[in-house]
């Protein structure tokens, strides 16, 4: 009898919008309860750079990883051949801590300070570069963000991949 696994992965993001002149830092927010500042959260598609991503690592023909985040304002509808932000603000940031949440459970953690990508968020974005046409995977936001200079914000994304 021949078994064939399935595989399944899922993505989920968190956004967290705080006062900056009171957690100005990543280290300044790492030990409080984070849930009254959380401002959006849902589902992310990965689309179809990030699932040949990981055939690539699988196959041995990368050796990259996840490493930054971005910020857009699009309200595009996110679909599988997306590649990057409908409308980027700022530059893609580097991922402040990478770990695992436990067996194929990944998170990825970027903290924005005051001066970091301001605008009105609509959309975000993981990706393995700072820049080019590779977006990992993309989320739209439930109803928009505006990040300025009166807050920092903590973008928190989980990929799932299980067995079926």
């Not at 401002?39 to 991503?53: A, W």
């Not at 932000?85 to 998170?107: F, N, V």
């Not at 990706?127 to 505006?146: D, E």
Request: no cysteine; proline share 2%.
């Amino acid at each position: 009898m021949e078994n064939k696994a399935q595989f399944k992965i899922e993505g989920n993001v968190e956004i967290y919008s705080f006062p900056a002149d009171k957690y100005p830092t990543l280290e300044s927010i790492k030990n409080i309860d984070k849930s009254e500042y959380l401002i959006d959260k849902g589902d992310n598609m990965v689309v179809d750079y990030g699932l040949d991503f990981i055939k690539n690592l699988l196959t041995a023909a990368t050796t990259g990883s996840i490493l930054y985040n971005g910020v857009g304002s699009s309200s595009t509808a996110v679909t599988s051949a997306d590649t990057d932000l409908g409308t980027a603000i700022g530059s893609r940031l580097a991922i402040q801590t990478r770990y695992s949440g436990g067996t194929g459970i990944a998170k990825f953690d970027t903290f924005y300070t005051a001066g970091d990508n301001n605008g009105t968020w609509n959309e975000t974005i993981l990706s393995p570069s700072s820049s080019g046409a590779n977006a990992f995977s993309r989320k739209i936001l439930v109803s928009p963000y505006t990040k300025a200079t009166t807050n920092t914000a903590l973008v928190s994304w989980t990929i799932t991949i299980t067995v079926t």
